[in-house]
DNA sequence: ATCTCAGTCGTTATAATATAACTAAAGGCG
DNA sequence: CGCCTTTAGTTATATTATAACGACTGAGAT
């Protein structure tokens, strides 16, 4: 599930990879929170991943690196990682993602969001939107019946552009 | 999780449910699929709860009627019913719920539904709706990037209305 | 009537995902 | 340093879900 561009044993990300994981340190020093090695690590290989990455998966390569990790290990790096709204878990698959938002938008950080979710049922990606139509329904719906919400889970299963085009041929 | 309204060890269930099975039972004449006594069962546990019922839960209840059921026997029921659009899964919750539409609405059967579910995190109900206006932002949003969406998973955790009355008391 | 095939179910074992509980180490701070 | 909080190691276990295989059932076909 994990792709395997791994470089060297001691620093195994890609250029990208370790400019987000830049970003993500100096987020986290802005909300005098601690990204350590181990949950560097693990949001690197969730980053490295084309597809969302499963705990276990994550696990196994982490082991490359730690020998000793275990489920806990990798348990603890991912609460930390949702609760610094770094990655999401998508729910569908139990597994998680960057937070494309976070990292990679030039809103500034530490602005929250409300994101959706499409996953192409071909390829295994999974990108994530965040439409404010769909963000006002769901408040506007909610409302109708006089439900406060709160969070939500939106996930769209689907066929992405490429696969479309792939298929046509 | 399953609430204990039963009366008989042989028709355990409420006037209401007994209703919605008997909807369901010939809904399943229409669609020549078979609503066998182990599907009943697991499909009326699901509806005399109050809270989405986990397949273990269903499984303890199932077992004062089928002694040697075991994880298969309700996760196959659950897959029938599923297939038929009797019940949903909650994903956020591992655990299924009956289908509003499907059973109580007046709109005729076989209808399909594009669904929403609202959690409330105060007390554990779900509810279902059906609002346009989120299926068409999400239909929307899907093409403005060229994906083709299919399925959706839509759940809203907040805070329901009689909680909130609760709470402000 | 019996054959056969698809669908259903019983049974056992195991896979996959996630957490509890306790201990030890590390880091911030007076 | 000594104290306290956070983080991590370790073992065991809980929770959710499926694989695999054999037996039974019931509806048509021969
Ligand atoms: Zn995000
Ligand atoms: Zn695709
Ligand atoms: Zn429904
Ligand atoms: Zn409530």
């Not at 275990?70 to 991912?78: G, I, K, S």
């Not at 990655?87 to 959706?116: K, T, V, Y």
């Amino acid at each position: 599930m994990l792709s395997s561009t791994a470089t060297t044993e001691l620093d195994p990300f890609s250029p990208r990879t370790l400019a987000l994981l830049d970003r993500a340190a100096a987020f986290c020093t802005t909300r005098a929170s601690r990204l350590t090695e181990t949950r560097r690590l693990v949001l690197g290989l969730i980053l490295e991943s084309r597809k969302p990455a499963g705990a276990y998966d994550i696990l196994d390569h982490l082991r490359q690196y730690q020998r000793n990790a275990a489920p806990p290990t990798v348990y603890r790096a991912l609460d930390f990682l949702l609760a610094q709204g770094l990655i999401h878990r998508i729910e569908r698959m139990s597994a998680f993602i960057g937070c494309a938002h976070r990292l990679d938008c030039h809103h500034g950080n530490g602005c929250g969001h409300r994101a959706q979710f499409l996953i192409c049922s071909g390829c295994g990606a999974v990108s994530e939107v965040e439409d404010s139509e769909i963000s006002h329904a769901i408040t506007s719906a909610s409302r109708k019946i006089g439900f406060k919400p709160q969070q939500s889970t939106i996930e769209i299963e689907g066929i992405c552009a490429s696969c479309q085009q792939a298929d046509s041929t």
